[in-house]
């Protein structure tokens, strides 16, 4: 069945080093996901977001790659600060059924 | 207004009480969503509302009732609680159901809710 997962529950990190978040996905026909931050306390925020017509998209210090082949996505974070520290979930949001599919979360730990 | 509000932030209640959480945007979405957020877990959808109407029901039990009064605005009406119905009860806004890009979901900062 469909599926959003994610390979490590917790990432720990150097301040300043980048941080790499995978994701895999089981449906073929998806075409759309989004990177969610979550911190302490506080609802999901939309970090970025990909379509499936593109491998690559960069915003401001992230960048999400999308390798349709093996269904596979990763978010990468350049010179991880202190406040990057939350959960990240990918989400599947092409479903038609007008729901998204959260991935697990990873817990992105930042040491000093 | 780029925000979803949520009321209250957080809330303790006995299983007979009868309570309500309270969901507010601005930003002339018309889809409208609550989630059941548990410790350490991904959101879990619970209810759709689209054009003020509900469109998806989870299979929620009948203890959590959910309104749409106007297109600014989602309530969450709760009675008869049980313990493990503790959670982060997340509020959401589109600007119609999710459809793809352009479409993404805005996220209030939720209502930790504890049921004693």
């Known amino acids: 069945g469909e599926s959003v997962g994610l390979h490590l529950p917790t990432l720990s990190v150097q301040e300043g080093d980048n941080s790499i978040i995978n994701c895999a996905y089981s449906?073929?026909?998806?075409?759309?996901f989004i990177w969610y931050k979550q911190e302490s306390g506080k609802g999901p925020q939309f970090i970025i977001d990909?379509?499936?017509?593109?491998d690559k998209r960069q915003g401001q210090r992230v960048t999400v790659l999308l390798n349709k082949t093996v269904k596979h996505l990763s978010l990468q974070i350049a010179a991880t600060q202190p406040g990057d520290s939350a959960v990240y979930f990918c989400?599947?949001?092409?479903?038609?059924?007008?729901?998204?599919?959260f991935g697990k979360g990873t817990r992105l730990h930042i040491l000093p | 207004d780029t925000e979803v509000t949520q009321t209250p932030k957080h809330l303790v209640m006995g299983m007979t009480n009868k309570k309500s959480l309270k969901c507010e945007q601005h930003?002339?979405?018309?889809?409208m969503y609550w989630y059941k957020q548990k410790a350490k877990k991904p959101p879990e959808l619970m209810f759709v509302?689209?054009?003020?109407?509900?469109?998806i029901n989870e299979s929620v039990p009948s203890r959590f009732s959910p309104e749409c009064p106007n297109s600014s605005l989602l309530n969450l009406h709760l009675h008869a609680l049980q313990p493990e119905d503790s959670a982060l009860y997340l509020c959401?806004?589109?600007?119609?159901?999710?459809?793809?890009?352009?479409?993404?979901?805005?996220f209030g900062p939720g209502t930790r809710l504890t049921v004693l």
């Open positions: 990909i379509r499936s017509n593109m």
């Open positions: 959401a806004s589109s600007q119609v159901e999710n459809r793809g890009p352009g479409d993404e979901q805005f």
């Open positions: 989400a599947d949001c092409s479903n038609r059924d007008d729901k998204i599919i």
């Open positions: 449906n073929s026909a998806s075409d759309y």
């Open positions: 509302y689209s054009y003020e109407k509900l469109s």
């Open positions: 930003m002339g979405h018309r889809a």
